[in-house]
């Protein structure tokens, strides 16, 4: 071989060792990334983080959010709003529209959305965006506080094709649940709206089971299929059943005797009772609470500030008892609808402790007793315990 070939084959040589190198190096950068080229060209939307820790039996493992506080066990996973007061906007991100956008992203067949309101723009968005990826996507609202809203988001569900059906009555629709898939089911006391993940206090419950999947898909199809609201409901779609060993109760309203599930959950209430409260007017509920009071169950309750010295609240009648009660501290709205019992079940869900949740709006209430998930709503009562005021002004005979 001459010298200029046996130089060529040299560069040659050195050439395909510096290439090799460099895919090499490539591979153990995305490797260190724990993607792909794709995702490093597209990289995907950030979602929650769950936080790694090694799972205790009997602990939930904590999910980080910007702005609120997130934890999950077996079947379930529970989020706090953590409002801070302020009215500026471009604060409100991080927050527990999050991880229920996530959900919707990632959606493939079918979601359906029971909403009093709705106008959060990152839920918006994977609304609309799950609808034009070819999901399947129905909504039943209130006619006044939802389609009769003209700044909210439901007119842009009309306008890109989704069907909408409202309740075209007086009473509410104050339902805010989505069933995503036929496999997860989220609920709580969170409006899909700016108020309520970024001002207002709420929680948001996301369960993967399949009867309750099939309890709220039922409440869903008596709305939007057979147009029933209300005490026109035909049916009630209750269910009780245990999920992973955990009993679980759910109820709609009215067709479904809720307010004797929580007087029933109160009458075992030989510990503890926590409750928080954005409407507490019905006596019967309160009556009883003093009366297990007296037997030695240690009360402790939150009502939101707005409309609870009025002479249908039960807050005076509480505080007068000697009951540990107050008046929250946000200046917004503590919307909770939350019975903690025994430090082992929690109720929750839209259900407002009043005549008008009972007798005539559609609601939902699941009662699950499960202490691990207790102890996350009792993490969020001391949050707001530790903001609340003591009542001034009040009379008591």
């Known amino acids: 071989m001459s010298r200029q070939s046996r130089q060529t084959s040299s560069s040659r040589s050195l050439i395909g060792t510096i290439l090799a190198g460099i895919v090499v190096i490539v591979a153990m950068i995305v490797s260190l990334l724990g993607g792909d080229l794709e995702e490093l060209v597209n990289p ?11 799972v205790v039996p009997g602990e939930a493992v904590p999910i980080s959010l910007g702005q609120g506080f997130g934890a999950q066990y077996n079947f379930w ?3 706090f709003t953590a409002p801070t007061g302020s009215s500026d906007h471009s604060l409100y991100t991080g927050g527990v529209d999050g991880p229920l956008a996530a959900s919707i992203n990632g959606a493939r067949g079918t979601l359906d959305i029971a909403a009093f309101e709705f106008n959060n723009p990152v839920l918006t968005e994977a609304v609309l965006n799950a609808h034009q990826r070819g999901v399947r996507v129905r909504l039943v609202t209130d006619n006044i506080h939802g389609l009769g809203d003209e700044e909210s988001s439901i007119h842009r569900f009309v306008s890109a094709g989704i069907p909408v059906v409202d309740d075209s009555r007086s009473a509410l629709m104050h339902n805010k649940f989505m069933v995503i898939d036929g496999t997860v089911v989220w609920t709580g006391s969170t409006n899909f709206t700016v108020n309520g993940v970024y001002r207002n206090n709420n929680n948001l419950l996301m369960l993967r089971s399949r009867r309750a999947v099939e309890a709220y898909q039922e409440e869903f199809n008596e709305m939007f299929e ?6 026109r409901s035909s049916t009630g779609n209750s269910a009780s059943f245990n999920q992973d060993g955990t009993p679980i109760r759910i109820l709609f309203a009215p067709e479904d005797d809720v307010l004797s599930a929580i007087i029933e959950e109160l009458e075992r209430a030989n510990v503890s009772i926590r409750f928080m409260a954005f409407s507490f007017t019905v006596n019967q509920i309160a009556d009883l609470i003093e009366s297990q009071a007296a037997a030695g169950a240690q009360v402790q309750g939150i009502y939101e500030r707005v409309g609870s010295q009025t002479e249908f609240s039960t807050l005076t009648q509480l505080f007068c008892s000697g009951l540990a009660v107050r008046q929250d501290g946000n200046p917004f709205i503590l919307h909770h609808k939350v019975f903690i019992i025994n430090d082992d079940t929690v109720l929750t869900g839209s259900f407002n402790f009043s005549a008008n949740a009972t007798r005539s709006n559609d609601e939902n209430m699941v009662i699950i007793r499960d202490p691990v998930l207790a102890a996350q709503y009792i993490a969020e009562f001391e949050r707001r315990w530790a903001e609340a005021i003591i009542p001034s002004g009040l009379t008591c005979s």
């Open 226 to 231: 057979r147009r029933e609201f209300g005490p």
């Open 77 to 79: 996973q529970v989020y």
């Open 44 to 54: 995907p939307t950030p979602t929650p983080v769950i936080t790694q820790v090694a």
